[in-house]
């Protein structure tokens, strides 16, 4: 079963701490689960192994920080699509390397974009070849393989982050609004869960959103806000 649970907005480090118990301690641990969310103000996250140094170089004081709890870039979400998606390890693609889960998540993508009449392409090579010198801050400008591109300008439009451990794979998607012009997210919103439904093989159903621990759910936010988390390398 593919879980769709309820749009929520939340804070930085609130939308963080969510995604991740929503790997670690989702209460039907045999299903997979997908989420939309939106943010209460401007924010940026940055990949679990970047150095803080570089994020502070970006001087962006006015907006929300926080570390994620999975790899990847910078990523603004001052106008984004975001979602997450947990794959259990008892699913076959859970079990899968990372970088063939990546590429089937955003081909299922790129063919919905294709199919509401955007005209998108997966990267197939590195923009940059040598990446030590590429700026941390230009996530959305510099595309990785698989990544979903803007066939004529090269616009990146898709990317995404990973974290594996024991209880499965959360992927953490951000699909930027500005470069895919107009589009009817709605339509977009249940077609993409269709599709991933399709792509597990798992029959996808709404879902309330599960009642967490509170003592969990606090303490997550909480690490995700601390300096000691976001300052750690």
């Known amino acids: 079963m593919l879980h769709i649970l309820p749009n929520r907005t939340g804070g930085a480090a609130e939308n963080m701490a969510l995604d991740f118990l929503l790997l670690q301690r989702y209460p039907k641990?045999?299903?997979?689960?997908i989420r939309h969310y939106s943010w209460r103000s401007p924010a940026i996250t940055f990949g679990y192994s970047q150095?803080?140094?570089?994020?502070?170089?970006l001087e962006v004081s006015d907006r929300e920080i926080c570390r994620r709890p999975t790899g990847g870039g910078v990523v603004d979400h001052a106008d984004d699509w975001t979602y997450s998606l947990v794959i259990p390890r008892t699913h076959e693609l859970g079990r899968e390397p990372a970088p063939l889960v990546y590429y089937l998540i955003h081909r299922t993508l790129c063919d919905l974009f294709i199919e509401q009449g955007k005209d998108v392409v997966q990267q197939q090579e590195e923009l940059v070849s040598d990446k030590k010198k590429r700026d941390p801050g230009l996530c959305f400008e510099q595309a990785e393989p698989h990544d979903l591109?803007?066939?004529m300008t090269g616009s990146k439009i898709a990317g995404a982050a990973l974290k594996r451990t024991k209880n499965g794979l959360l992927l953490q998607g951000s699909i930027a609004r500005k470069p895919v012009g107009n589009l009817d997210w709605g339509k977009f919103?249940?077609?993409l869960y269709q599709r991933f439904a399709e792509l597990l093989s798992l029959e996808g159903n709404e879902y309330p959103?599960?009642?967490f621990e509170p003592d969990h759910e606090m303490h997550l936010i909480d690490q995700f806000s601390d300096p000691a988390w976001n300052q750690r390398r």
């Open 29 to 33: 641990p045999e299903s997979a689960r």
């Open 209 to 211: 959103w599960p009642d």
């Open 51 to 57: 150095r803080w140094k570089e994020i502070e170089a």
């Open 149 to 151: 591109v803007d066939r």
């Open 189 to 191: 919103e249940s077609n």
